[in-house]
C-alpha cells in the first residue's frame, strides 16, 4: 500500500506488481533510470521507516532494490528482468537496503 501510494502521489502511469515470494517491480513506462531515482528514493524511504507492529512484537521491514533500463541490446524482456534481478542481489549482497541501478 505505501509503494502504491507514493507512486500514486508522483505518476499513475508507473505501475506496480508482486512478481512472487516477496519480490515486486516497478514498472517506469517512458523513463530512463536517472529519472526514477526520485520515485524509488521515497519509496525506500517510506518502507525502511515503516513501523510495524504485530500483537506486543516489532517487526523490523526494510527492502532492497534494482534498477535498470530496457537497452539496445536486449533481445528481449528477460534480458531486462535478468539485469535488473542482478542489481537486485547486488543490494542484498553487500549489506541490503541499498539502491543498484544502471
Known sequence: MITQTVIDENDDQ???????G??????????DVESTASIVRQIFTAINHLDVKYEDQ???ISISVGVSGMVV???G????????DQNLYHSKRNGRMRITAN
Open 22 to 31: 516477496e519480490e515486486f517491480n516497478v514498472i517506469f513506462p517512458g523513463y
Open 58 to 60: 516489532q517487526i523490523p
Open 77 to 84: 524482456p528477460a534480458d531486462f528482468y535478468n539485469r535488473v
Open 14 to 20: 508507473v505501475k506496480f506488481y508482486r512478481t512472487g
Open 73 to 75: 541490446a536486449d533481445g
